[in-house]
């Protein structure tokens, strides 16, 4: 059975700090995508990498694929109250999406 | 707004009754899905319809029974459900199967379901 281990399960951060999320596995996958999921909504897609040691950057959210694509991580810079949610990450396999149990942040004016 | 809107958003139900919850997607997609977020666990895909056909069922229990009659829209039917099954139930949609772990899912806001 595939697993995505996210890490760590909560953070508690004050607004300006940086922060790094894991999504970690012991099998190989073919796409990685993160999601960000606010309380009473559905998650919605921040990025898909694709290739082995991809950086992907979205305003202050810097995304990495591992070299072997078994794990990637997410870096916000200066996070803000509005980064607060659940950051999901789902890799890809055989045609279907394996997700995470998510990364619940809260950033604290 | 995703385009992909679910009813109701909460549902309370008792084990014996029988409910539908609806999704509709209004992004021209031919693939619908069904997931299930409970806390503490990952989503887990439920059931997945590809122009209308269902092409994937993963060990649901019975007393869970989807319906896609058009590529737009998505039903699942519920009855005598345990209290185990109070969680989240998303709805999502993608272009087309095949493609979707490269391409974007798109999620509905859920419906948030109590089983007492």
């Known amino acids: 059975t595939q697993l995505l281990e996210q890490s760590p399960q909560f953070l508690s951060i004050q607004e300006g700090e940086n922060l790094t999320v894991y999504c970690n596995s012991s099998?190989?996958?073919?796409?990685l995508q993160w999601y960000r999921q606010e309380p009473g909504e559905g998650p919605v897609l921040l990025v898909t990498?694709?290739?082995?040691?991809e950086v992907k950057k979205l305003k202050r959210l810097t995304f990495q694929f591992g070299d072997a694509r078994k794990d990637s991580s997410l870096h916000i810079t200066a996070a803000q109250p509005g980064d607060t949610g659940l950051y999901l990450c789902?890799?890809?396999?055989?045609?279907?999406?394996?997700f995470g149990k998510g990364t619940k942040l809260s950033v604290k004016p | 707004e995703t385009g992909v809107t679910q009813t109701p958003r909460h549902l309370v139900m008792g084990m014996t009754n029988k409910k539908s919850l609806k999704c509709e997607q209004h992004?021209?997609?031919?693939?619908m899905y069904w997931y299930k977020q409970s806390a503490k666990k990952p989503l887990e895909l439920m059931f997945v319809?590809?122009?209308?056909?269902?092409?994937e069922n993963n060990s649901v229990p019975s007393r869970f029974s989807p319906e896609c009659p058009n590529s737009s829209h998505l039903f699942l039917h519920l009855h005598t459900l345990q209290p185990e099954d109070s969680a989240l139930y998303l709805c999502?949609?993608?272009?087309?199967?095949?493609?979707?772990?490269?391409?974007?899912?798109?999620f509905g806001s859920g419906t948030q379901l109590s089983v007492l």
């Open positions: 099998s190989v996958f073919s796409s």
């Open positions: 789902a890799g890809g396999s055989q045609g279907n999406l394996i």
């Open positions: 992004l021209g997609h031919n693939a």
């Open positions: 999502a949609s993608s272009q087309e199967k095949t493609r979707h772990i490269n391409e974007k899912l798109f």
């Open positions: 990498v694709v290739t082995g040691g």
């Open positions: 319809y590809n122009f209308k056909e269902q092409t």
